[in-house]
Nanobody
Framework: QLQLVESGGGLVQPGGSLRLSCAASGFNVPTYSIGWFRQVPGKEREGVSYTTHKTNGAYYAYYADSVKGRFTISRDAAKVYLQMNSLKPEDTGVYYC???????????????WGQGTQVTVSS
């Protein structure tokens, strides 16, 4: 059974940091692109960052303009991480990790999703 489980969300003040984790199991994780998305009520899921499948011994990372310079995605064989620094109130949302075979910041490119973890940035 393919499974993705997010953790690490919580309440943080503006300017603070959080690190999200996505534990992946049930499939050959290095062959998939893994993305992070966020969603607030009434809005579409927004692509935040993704990594490609392992190519030439390395992964490649991509970021939405809104988080460049503040967020960092990383991965190993079984987990994907999102380090979030300099957090802003507009970063608030439910964060999801997802796996797919077509690297993209678009949610439709992903086939498997975690349950989400809440991130709230507020003073």
């Amino acid at each position: 059974q393919l499974q993705l489980v997010e953790s690490g969300g919580g309440l943080v003040q503006p300017g603070g940091s959080l690190r999200l984790s996505c534990a992946a199991s049930g499939f050959n994780v290095p062959t998939y692109s893994i993305g992070w998305f966020r969603q607030v009520p009434g809005k579409e899921r927004e692509g935040v960052s993704y990594t490609t499948h392992k190519t030439n011994g390395a992964y490649y990372a991509y970021y939405a303009d809104s988080v460049k310079g503040r967020f960092t995605i990383s991965r190993d064989a079984a987990k994907v991480y999102l380090q979030m620094n300099s957090l802003k109130p507009e970063d608030t949302g439910v964060y999801y990790c997802a796996a797919g075979r077509s690297p993209s910041l678009g949610a439709s490119a992903y086939d498997y999703w975690g349950q989400g973890t809440q991130v709230t940035v507020s003073s």
